[in-house]
């Protein structure tokens, strides 16, 4: 990662809901995170990041990320799909 514009923190127990623990993430997969589950969604069950690297979707994401610069952007758009078809419970 690259200090700067291309990476923030990411709460993993949403601030809103009383989180203090961050880690660092690529702004585009912060915002991904962001904008394929909810808040109470990352409070419930995407509170540690080997849960979050293990979610399918993410994979899949990071994959398609590899190799692309540190910098990469592109906008992102929220997902149709329901929660709990996301959930790792509903697996």
Do not use: N, Q
């Not at 961050?22 to 394929?36: G, N, P, S």
């Not at 069950?45 to 690297?53: H, W």
């Amino acid at each position: 990662m690259i200090e700067g514009g291309s990476v923030d923190r990411h709460h993993l127990v949403p601030k809103v809901r009383g989180g203090r623990e961050t880690v660092f993430l690529h702004r585009i997969c912060h915002r991904k995170l962001h904008c394929l589950w909810s808040e109470s969604e990352l409070e419930r069950l995407f509170y540690d990041v080997a849960t979050i690297r293990a979610d399918p979707e993410i994979r899949r994401f990071v994959a398609w990320l590899e190799g692309k610069p540190a910098t990469f952007w592109v906008p992102t758009r929220k997902t149709r799909r329901t929660a709990r078809s996301r959930s790792p419970r509903a697996r």
